[in-house]
């Protein structure tokens, strides 16, 4: 509160980084197009005043939010990104056209947006929970909407030194967990994109998180020595790295000019406790399951054979008067083709809106719902590469052509439609996490 500068209805801060004990400039402009310092700092007020009730953390998001969406000329009336025009400039005198006007840094803008939606949640402001959709659906038309592939900028052959036209070609993970929180919060208030939500999670989000140190140790080899500084280490660093995501990854590639980018571990790993925490809930006694995808809850444990087969079972540890799932997106509404048992006996479902209602259930009754699932073959352009893609339900199983160094959707053993189980340990809590 003490570093923006404050007008009353709104608010921003004059700048975007800051030294200790600093005095802003209050004479300075009000930042226009691509500063997105308001829109980081939003989403901890919010979540300051939801957590405390603090009255004037509250009050310093409402002023940056109404900055952020009306007047930082970051964003259109519909939600369309607005390109900053450090960038427009350059791509206009580089392809002598000037009428470019929609694009930018996505990730920027995603996170400006995860605010803005933040607090419309908080507040219940449905002109800015529907302004937030809308500027999501415009979003994901922006790179692959089947794999969840979003380039870091979205704008025409952006040149980025030393290898120009090459970031329009790679996706960062911090766009995908941003759409990932996005699409999980808008679900949440109310407009369904659990479809999207999981496609993305099973495809590129998952294919993102570095699960192997073979390739690494392979693409050193063909790269020139280099001497180890004082400040570096060389001490089994792919080893070190398990677990974290792609900073700039192809379609097809765990890596396309950086390995690992720590912004998008950190980002990914919030993205990781929003889907666990919101892919399932429980109220009044109410069951409902937005994402066919393993988790144990203290409610029922969820084991899905998607992809290898259209099966999810449900194994119950407490009565529900209601239970509802989320159908698969590629079965239409009403459809007769998906069916269920309770107890090996046949259990009548009835539709409502994408969910399928399974009337009540009692502590250990084992529940199977069954349905088709198919193999298609796709061809899409996706980050300025054409690609073929063999999909199983929602899941991409194969690309071609593959990658050079690490690989993604090497996953051919989906398509065997003999389910593959790995025993683990699964975490269920014991005190229920606030949805923030």
């Known amino acids: 509160r003490e570093l923006v500068t404050d007008k009353g209805q709104y608010a921003f801060f004059p700048s975007g980084h800051f030294?200790?004990?600093?005095?802003?400039d209050r004479t300075f402009p009000m930042p226009l197009n691509g500063v997105e310092t308001g829109g980081r700092t939003t989403q901890g007020a919010v979540q300051l005043y939801r957590l405390t009730?603090?009255?004037?953390?509250?009050?310093?998001?409402?002023?940056?939010?109404?900055?952020?969406?009306?007047?930082?000329?970051n964003f259109d009336d519909e939600g369309r990104f607005l390109i900053e025009p450090p960038?427009?400039?350059?791509?206009?005198?580089?392809?002598?056209?000037?009428?470019?006007?929609?694009?930018?840094?996505?990730?920027?803008h995603t996170l400006m947006l995860q605010s803005i939606l933040e607090y419309a949640l908080a507040v219940q402001n449905r002109e800015l929970i529907?302004?937030?959709?809308?500027?999501?659906?415009?979003?994901?038309?922006?790179?692959?909407?089947?794999?969840?592939?979003?380039?870091?900028?979205?704008?025409p052959d952006y040149p980025n030194e030393p290898q120009p036209r090459i970031s329009s070609c790679a996706c960062e993970t911090c766009e995908i967990a941003d759409m990932l929180a996005i699409g999980a919060k808008l679900s949440e208030g109310g407009i369904d994109r659990w479809e999207d939500v999981e496609r993305w999670t099973r495809n590129h989000f998952a294919e993102s998180q570095l699960r192997r140190a073979d390739w690494v140790y392979r693409m050193g080899d063909q790269m020139?020595?280099?001497?180890?500084?004082?400040?570096?280490t060389a001490n089994r660093m792919p080893e070190r790295n398990l677990g974290c995501f792609a900073g700039w990854s192809a379609a097809n590639d765990f890596v396309v000019r950086y390995g690992v980018q720590q912004c998008c571990t950190g980002n990914a790993a919030r993205a990781l406790f929003y889907l666990w925490q919101r892919m399932m809930d429980c109220e009044d006694g109410n069951l409902r399951l937005h994402m066919l995808m393993n988790r144990a809850s203290p409610w029922a444990d969820i084991y899905s054979h998607i992809p290898y087969s259209g099966q999810v079972d449900l194994k119950f540890k407490t009565s529900c008067k209601r239970v509802l799932v989320h159908a698969p997106e590629w079965i239409p509404t009403g459809s007769?083709?998906?069916?269920?048992?309770?107890?090996?006996?046949?259990?009548?479902?009835?539709?409502?809106?994408?969910?399928?209602?399974?009337?009540?259930?009692?502590?250990?009754?084992?529940?199977?719902i069954k349905f088709p699932i198919d193999e298609k073959t796709v061809k899409e352009r996706i980050g300025g590469i054409d690609y073929t893609l063999i999909v199983r339900g929602n899941t991409v199983v194969h690309i071609d052509p593959p990658g050079k160094y690490g690989r993604l959707y090497e996953r051919d053993f989906y398509r065997d439609p003999s389910t593959r189980w790995f025993k683990v340990d699964r975490f269920v809590y014991d005190k229920e996490l606030p949805l923030y």
């Open 224 to 232: 020139p020595p280099k001497l180890v500084e004082f400040n570096m």
């Open 19 to 24: 030294a200790p004990h600093a005095k802003p």
């Open 130 to 155: 529907e302004f937030s959709a809308r500027s999501f659906d415009w979003a994901k038309t922006q790179g692959s909407n089947l794999i969840g592939f979003f380039p870091e900028f979205i704008v």
């Open 53 to 73: 009730g603090y009255e004037p953390a509250l009050r310093l998001a409402d002023k940056l939010v109404h900055y952020t969406r009306y007047l930082s000329g």
């Open 336 to 368: 007769s083709e998906i069916t269920a048992q309770v107890n090996g006996k046949p259990r009548e479902v009835s539709w409502r809106q994408r969910y399928i209602d399974l009337g009540s259930v009692r502590a250990k009754d084992r529940v199977f």
């Open 87 to 108: 960038i427009r400039e350059d791509w206009a005198q580089r392809n002598n056209n000037e009428q470019l006007q929609y694009g930018g840094h996505y990730h920027n």
